[in-house]
């Protein structure tokens, strides 16, 4: 750089190689480069010339132009004292994750890690490669008698058609399930004699094989040769046009057979009064039809979520075995009963020929709550045919097509405010699901998504609406939270738009609508018991000195062209629940037995470990039960008692658990465990029964300083007849209610309450972002683990930042080249981005909810749900960037209000900045 030596850089320099890097940045030079990438790359040399200055003359032409600096994050935990009086592993005691040490090292066994006994056959899937169309039956058999030919094929399976099916009715959310094909969705139009296909990945057939590569050689094999066979048909993927009512959509609910029809609703007729919820003057109509409140002034918008994939580390998988007249199914999925009737329906048995098991799930987050089972489904009926044990093992690049996801959501709403006050009067929302081609849990997702919809606030009129719209995608099933990040994002949205209009902080409008102790919710229920809103919301402000540094953002912001700096504080208000009203859903069985040959205690329950921790927490539970020393002394029993190192959580089984419900909606734990409890009351009853009546005999052996103990006492109790096992069932009762007609009711279980607040700073050059400090409060309870239930709460914060700031699906939406209509496109990590390492907040404070009174709820010690909760708590890193955006924004003179869609990447983020190089150009040109 020698030649550079002495040359002075100055304002007017940039100007010219700003003026050179317009013209290179024309269409003729990127003419395949996408927005951003050609809105960046004047950014990035604008940084690269600021970088060269310094190195010249020791000094950058602008400040705020350096990257981003990303320290490595640091940690503060707290947690009430009462934790720390918990002993022994018992409920209440921080204490590492069952089976966390072999987790570390990497000798935890999951299902793909099961030895498969010899002669095991593999399958792997032949699944279509357009969005829509017709494959013609013939051409099937073409391809079905040249993959047979292959290496190592064993059998194509592609129905049940000589399977006799029972009569089955499990589930409200099934779909008309067609028995007599291998795929619940599976369609074939006999008298045309095709195969209807439906969306991109839809399973056509099975191949089985000896070994895994020549069943995937195979699988590949016959896709190719069908590429060519297809009939494409118009595809249905994107939102339908919307008006200036959103909520006025009659017009839209088509019937599939008209060929003008964008998507048709796809909503059981039995559950169509989950359509809406209502409260106030818009019980029964909509903005429009009624006279606008006095005084008020009205807000109206749209806002959408791009969809979320799944991305478990462990991909979807089963090993069956026939033995005998029976079958062991071995399966990474979230909920055994389910997945046993539907193998037992397939093959035409009673399902207690069926005996499924799970040891672990590596992560799900929903996606193997139903999906997992049609896996299961096939495997079982190639192992039926063939008479062979069948394992079947998703590569990833099939499991994120083909398996169903969080779906791309929009929203709209309307509002009525008094702008002097910031006191909301209406509230109306809209909100759509594109449901994919199966509804799955398409109809809880969305009603869920109306019952959380007024978020934390009072808004007296209040209306929810809504729909799930038939795309050509695999369904809209299961995703943690399922619902509810999407409606906290349309309510919250109402709120930011009202703050704008009134000109104030969105938190000032959040504080003066919060519901007040003892308010019903739009659906009947009370808010008075256990109400923590107003506490969580005081000790978040404090701890977060949320004021002085808002005031320090203001200042940096004025300071900084080309950094600016965002601070939020969201509340939450969740309701635990299963999404549905109804009891059924809200049931749990539990077994403990207590071995006579040591003491050592075997727990069994309904839930599935999928990484939350529940075996951990049910293994306290029990400890718990058996530790409380007082009661026992009232029994003259006074030696030691039992600690975790004395209870093995067994395997999830449907043989001794028979009626298991999904491992789902942070309620596992409340439910089995409750179930547990009553187990464990129901042994120590016993003991304490048969101590009250020994002789002293006995009572001087169990006591006696070195023989005796509890073993010893376990051993006599046993001598003396005492049953030491027992099943407990827990219920739901009155408390989970539900009027239809009225659609009011008291369908959660309780509430948990959690508030966070998110300091961001972005780069207004190239969008990039970094959390600079997130506080969070997270209402548990009285924690059955605190260890357990903070990094629960890490966990699922940093998941939601991938919801909110990350992840969204690419779908192709016109078929171009080799990508057809309906291909998702970022379906590895090359495309696909979750957090990493550096979307961690560099300064991340957890606090569990220090609370004066103990908690109400009828769970497991007081205890509440975990897991979900914490995903929705990270939209204050979305609406802190939001804010940023604002201030960026501002300084180029736009004041106007605009929306951000999640995930607000850095692609949004830089788009929404606006052309911040030519007002740095303009600047400095007027300063000369």
Known sequence: MDYLEGIVWKPENINILLYANAILSTEQFFIESDTYTQSVIPALYTKSLNELNIQINGSPFFDGTENLERPLPLGEQSCPEFHKNATAGEAYESIPKYDSGRLSIGETVYTNDIIPPVGTLYGSYIYATIGCGKLPF?????????????????????????????????????????????????????????????????PIALVVADSQLNADYAATHGRDLLQNSYIETPINLQF?????????????????????????????????????????????SHPGEVEQTPGTCTVNGQVNQHGQLHFYLENQACLVIPLEDKYIVN??????????????????????????????????????????????????????????????????????RTTGRRSRYRASYYGEFDKDTGKIDTAVYNHEYAGGMVIDAGWEITNRTFMCSDGCYKIPNFRADGQ????????????????????????????????????????????????????????????AEDYLLHMVWKQLKEKSAYDARAEDIIAFNNENLYKKRGIAMTPMKYGFNLGTPYKGDNIANARVAILAADGSITVQHGGVENGQGIHTKMAQIAVKEFRNADRWHQYRYFGDLPTIENVEVLITSSDTIVNTKETAASIACDQNGMALVYACQAVRERIENWLENASDDIIAKVNHPEQGGWRQLIGQAFMGMVNLQADGFYCAGNEIYWDPDTRKGSPMGYYGYAATCSEVEIDVLTGEFKIIRSDVIGDTGCSLNPGIDI???????????????????????????????????NNTTWGYKIPDMRSIPEDFRVHLLDRPNVSKTKTPFRSKGIGEPPLVLSNSAYWAIKKAIFAARKQIQNNQYFVLD?????????ELCGDQINHLKDRHQLEE
Request: glycine letters at 8%; hydrophobic letters at 35%; charged letters at 25%.
């Open 138 to 202: 013939e051409s099937f058999l073409v391809m079905k008698d040249t993959v047979s030919e292959l290496e190592g094929v064993k059998e194509i399976i592609w129905d049940a058609h000589d399977l006799t099916p029972q009569p089955f009715n499990l589930s409200k959310s099934l779909q008309p399930f067609v028995y007599r094909r291998l795929f619940p969705e599976h369609i074939i139009d006999e008298e045309e004699d095709y195969f209807k296909i439906v969306y991109h990945g839809y």
């Open 240 to 284: 339908p046009p919307i008006g200036d009512e959103p909520w006025k959509q009659e017009h839209r609910h088509l019937h599939e057979d008209d060929p003008d029809a964008y998507n048709d609703i796809w909503l059981p007729e039995d559950h169509r009064f989950m359509g809406y919820l209502t409260d106030g003057k818009y019980y029964d």
């Open 331 to 400: 399966t990474a999925c979230q909920g055994l009963m389910y997945t046993r009737a539907k193998i037992a329906n397939a093959l035409g048995i009673l399902a207690n020929k069926v005996s499924c098991y799970v040891r672990r799930t590596g992560g799900d987050f929903g996606g193997k709550q139903s999906q997992a089972s049609k896996h299961a489904v096939a495997a079982s009926i190639a192992a039926r045919v063939l008479k062979k044990p069948v394992k079947i093992n998703l590569h990833h690049d099939y499991d994120t």
């Open 468 to 527: 799930i719209l038939k795309s050509n995608e695999p369904p809209q099933t299961s995703y943690r939270a399922f619902g509810t990040p999407q409606a906290y994002l349309a309510c919250e949205s109402l709120i930011d738009h009202v703050a704008f209009e009134c000109g104030m902080e969105p938190e000032q409008i959040r504080e003066i609508n919060f519901y007040q102790p003892g308010e019903e919710t739009p659906y009947g229920q009370s808010t």
């Open 791 to 825: 990094g629960q709460i890490e966990g699922g914060f940093v998941h939601g930042l991938g919801f909110h700031l990350h992840e969204g699906l690419q779908v192709q939406y016109e078929s171009e080249g080799d990508n057809p209509a309906g291909k998702l496109l």
């Open 902 to 910: 999640a995930p607000a990447n850095i692609f949004r983020i830089k």
